[in-house]
């Protein structure tokens, strides 16, 4: 009995060896890595109608800005399509205006509600996006540096006040 085995366990794995391997599994390809540029996904209930985009007054006056008002919704970090006119703005300004070759410092803020690293993050989503819009409307990203202080300047105790306390000072760099 044992020759009958010996020579059929030996066919059965020759067989084996034999066939070809089976195809590597296909794989999809790997999502496009997102640029520095790209915009926060709309969250459910982001209505940016409340807070600003706060440009100093010596930029203000150098760009021929008037109206300097951009938004932010409570929990949110996304700019308003309506609001790139004035980034542009600022973006010619520094690129070819009176500003060509200088900086900008973006800080970004929030108001006191939610947890303080919370805070922190999301004002600077809010430095990050705006200098996205900014780089997007045709400045160099290096011109641009953004940092956050979260809450740490929050003054408002309602609505009215945290509206102003959900922001982004735009000033000149040093």
């Given amino acids: 009995m044992h020759r009958l085995t010996?020579?059929?366990?030996?066919?059965?794995?020759?067989?084996?060896?034999?066939?070809?391997?089976?195809?590597?599994?296909?794989?999809?390809?790997?999502?496009?890595?997102?640029?520095?540029?790209?915009?926060?996904?709309?969250?459910?209930?982001?209505?940016?109608?409340?807070?600003?985009?706060?440009?100093?007054?010596?930029?203000k006056k150098a760009c021929g800005i008037t109206d300097a008002d951009a938004y932010f919704a409570y929990d949110s970090a996304n700019v308003r399509p309506q609001d790139q006119a004035i980034l542009q703005k600022l973006a010619a300004c520094f690129t070819s205006g009176?500003?060509?070759?200088?900086?900008?410092?973006?800080?970004?803020?929030?108001?006191?509600?939610?947890?303080e690293e919370y805070n922190m993050v999301l004002a600077g989503r809010r430095a990050d996006n705006v200098k996205g819009a900014i780089a997007g409307a045709g400045l160099d990203s290096a011109k641009m540096a953004t940092t956050s202080?979260?809450?740490?300047?929050?003054?408002?105790?309602?609505?009215?006040?945290?509206?102003?306390?959900?922001?982004?000072?735009?000033?000149l760099g040093s």
């Fill in 98 to 115: 009176p500003l060509k070759g200088r900086t900008m410092r973006l800080v970004g803020h929030a108001d006191p509600r939610g947890d």
């Fill in 6 to 59: 010996f020579p059929l366990g030996t066919i059965a794995l020759l067989a084996a060896c034999g066939s070809d391997p089976p195809p590597p599994p296909k794989s999809a390809p790997p999502p496009p890595a997102p640029t520095a540029q790209a915009p926060l996904p709309e969250k459910p209930g982001d209505v940016p109608t409340r807070s600003n985009i706060a440009i100093a007054d010596d930029i």
């Fill in 149 to 171: 202080r979260g809450e740490l300047d929050a003054t408002g105790t309602d609505e009215t006040g945290w509206e102003r306390d959900r922001r982004v000072d735009i000033m």
